[in-house]
């Protein structure tokens, strides 16, 4: 099993495939983005080495995301690779994943977090840079049509979309989804100062209030997210403190980023990596030891992890959210 120093046990990996991405979406990165050369990305045959190394130590749930995963290569042949190994799991902004959806069925992958920021397509435009808001619709459609249990993400933005929080809670009235609220965090790319947010998760769950009641659900363990139900609807809500961490105590996760970095936190430096120390051919036990060593450094939250770095300038991208 992999434990940390805080007796946290680790059982979740999110790994971005890559940086590269076909939205702009304003609190992730800028306009122009100088992105990785493909010879620096994890190949597919690394990410299955380090994924058996991981599963042979207790993880047993991947989450693939990027930038946007759909957009490396041959991306199914690696979900039908780590199907065989592990509970797989997608985060996508779904403007290419509709054709994909039967294949993700068939392989039984777990559940698609789809990332949508407003119900408006003028909006969604100025968001994202991109004019894509009818393909991420017809996503959304064909994930419901497939039953893939689907979690829909918005991110938390003070004036451009807090006026449809109470919208996007009415879609789980008809809709089995799970509508969960982000805050916005400091990861956009520009190491532009962050001050902090207006849109804390109790105050988002109190903007919901005034339209419904809300009936608190048990969260899963190691839940990120705080459930709740609407009496008479299909589907589920929640409030994600990403900015607030309220929920460190009980984080069971580490992240690869497309070159290989490994974070203990999301908003800590980058730890080791994994990409070099295959490629200076470490053994399997070997990488497993650099990997316990890295999670016997880790902070308790991500206050202590942020005031270990300068303020970040990475985008969320090579992150993976
Ligand atoms: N491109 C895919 C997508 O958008 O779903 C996967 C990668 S994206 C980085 C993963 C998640 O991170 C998305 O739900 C996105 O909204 C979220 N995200 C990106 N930047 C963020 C930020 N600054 N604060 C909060 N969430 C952010
Ligand atoms: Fe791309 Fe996802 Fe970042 Fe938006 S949030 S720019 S879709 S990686």
């Given at each position: 099993m992999l434990i940390d120093n805080h007796h946290r046990v680790i059982n979740y990996v999110r790994l971005a495939v890559t940086d590269r991405c076909n939205l702009r979406c304003t609190y992730c990165m800028p306009e122009k983005m100088q992105f990785l050369e493909r010879e620096a990305l994890l190949s597919y045959e690394e990410i299955l080495r380090f994924m058996r190394v991981l599963t042979g130590a207790g993880v047993s749930k991947v989450r693939i995301t990027g930038g946007e995963p759909f957009l490396r290569k041959d991306l199914l042949y690696l979900l039908e690779e780590l199907v065989k190994i592990s509970g797989v799991s997608i985060t996508t902004n779904g403007v290419l994943t509709a054709p994909y959806i039967p294949q993700l069925k068939a392989l039984g992958i777990q559940q698609v977090n789809l990332s949508l920021d407003t119900l408006q397509a003028p909006k969604f435009f100025r968001i994202t840079r991109r004019d894509q808001f009818s393909a991420v619709q017809q996503t959304l459609h064909r994930l419901l049509e497939h039953d893939i249990p689907v979690k829909l993400n918005m991110v938390v933005m003070d004036g451009v979309n807090t006026d449809e929080l109470t919208d996007f809670a009415a879609l789980t009235r008809d809709h089995p989804l799970s509508v969960r609220f982000i805050e916005e965090m400091p990861f956009n790319g520009q190491g532009k100062g962050f001050s902090g947010i207006n849109w804390h998760y109790k105050r988002i769950l109190d903007t919901i209030r005034v339209a419904y009641p809300l009936e608190k659900l048990t969260d899963a363990p190691n839940s990120t997210s705080l459930n709740y139900s609407i009496p008479g609807h299909a589907g589920s809500i929640g409030v994600i403190p990403a900015y607030s961490r309220?929920?460190?105590?009980s984080c069971n996760r580490i992240r690869v980023t497309p070159t290989g970095n490994l974070k203990t936190c999301l908003y800590g430096k980058d730890v080791m990596n994994v990409r070099d120390l295959m490629r200076q051919n470490v053994t399997d036990e070997e990488l497993l030891q650099h990997l316990q060593a890295a999670l016997y450094q880790r902070f308790a939250d991500g206050f202590a992890a942020a005031a270990d770095r300068q303020a970040p300038a990475e985008s969320m991208s090579v992150i993976g959210g």
């Open positions: 309220t929920f460190c105590g």
